[in-house]
């Protein structure tokens, strides 16, 4: 676990969880790009890690400097691989999968918070199928259903499988022994927080999608859901149709105020290593890829989502 240690991610995996299990933990400090970007790997082929666990950011980090860096080192050590943090796109989840796991490691897709104490949504390794991008099924004992956000109705039940994919926001209709009681010295926001948005639910405030076969995928924030010209539109959705490109390694979206529409598509994309170099040559004309950008977007979610603004950095 590459977290850092003060975090629930860090302490429980990195401390307690290894030594509960009579487990080695490798630790290390700086970050994985120093002094280049195959840091990671170097540890792992030297360590023989087996199990490696990071966030999507990190990953995507690592995707802007392609595939040779991990190719010069040996990861056939690795048996599981773990996300953690944030949804995980496809894109990163496939070459997380091809590159680094060599398409034989076990991907597990982890949802959960601080407040949860453990996994809530997540895959077993080598039982459940995954799907790239969804964190799969609810763990042992989670109650996890889809509520519809405004009126709080159960769209999906507790281990229902649906004809159709529903959409809503996920909430847990039972306790379970790791979640949190409250906020040290502020109960009323515990309260407020995660109980009453949804009474009679647990609210860990994100929005996600039910498919045909019960796998759950998290769509983001619910705050980060901005509102275009009616439209409700999950920021999430649309970093992940930019970073679909070959051209974008990580994206971030945000609302900004605009006269017509309410909220505006303000979109910050960086690039890829190869054609970060490509711009900067002149080999790549700046306007065409963000034309291009632009399209990717209005492609994958409709022409209400098309960005007002892309901003390469």
Not at 114 to 133: C, F, M, Q, W
């Amino acid at each position: 676990c590459v977290a850092d240690a003060g975090w629930i991610t860090g302490h429980s995996y990195i401390v307690y969880g290894p030594l509960l299990n009579g487990m080695s933990t490798f630790m290390f400090e700086s970050t994985p790009m120093y002094p280049d970007a195959g840091r990671y790997w170097d540890m792992v082929e030297r360590h023989k890690i087996t199990q490696f666990y990071t966030a999507p950011t990190a990953i995507r980090s690592l995707m802007r400097f392609g595939d040779e860096p991990p190719s010069k080192y040996d990861t056939s050590s690795l048996r599981v691989l773990g996300t953690v943090g944030e949804p995980i796109n496809p894109e990163a989840w496939r070459w997380y999968y091809e590159v680094i796991g060599k398409s034989k490691c076990t991907i597990v897709d982890t949802y959960w918070q601080t407040e949860t104490g453990g996994h809530v949504v997540t895959n077993i390794p080598n039982t459940i199928p995954a799907k790239p991008g969804s964190c799969t099924l609810p763990f042992y004992g989670i109650e996890a259903v889809v509520l519809d956000a405004q009126t709080g109705k159960e769209l999906a039940k507790a281990g229902e499988v649906t004809e159709e994919d529903v959409n809503g926001v996920l909430a847990f209709a039972q306790p379970w022994p790791g979640m949190a009681r409250t906020c040290l010295g502020d109960h009323g926001r515990y309260l407020a927080t995660y109980m009453a948005p949804y009474p009679g639910y647990y609210f860990p405030g994100d929005g996600c999608r039910k498919d045909k076969d019960g796998y759950i995928w998290i769509t983001g924030r619910v705050d980060d859901v901005l509102n275009v010209s009616g439209h409700r539109i999950g920021t999430a959705e649309v970093e992940s149709a930019l970073v679909a490109q070959s051209a974008v390694a990580q994206a971030a979206v945000v609302g900004f105020p605009h006269e017509v529409k309410g909220q505006g598509l303000c979109c910050f994309a960086t690039l890829t290593v190869e054609e970060t170099d490509l711009l900067n040559s002149g080999t790549t004309n700046r306007d065409e890829l963000i034309k291009s950008l632009r399209m990717a977007v209005r492609t994958a979610i409709g022409p209400f989502a098309s960005p007002d603004m892309i901003l390469i950095t």
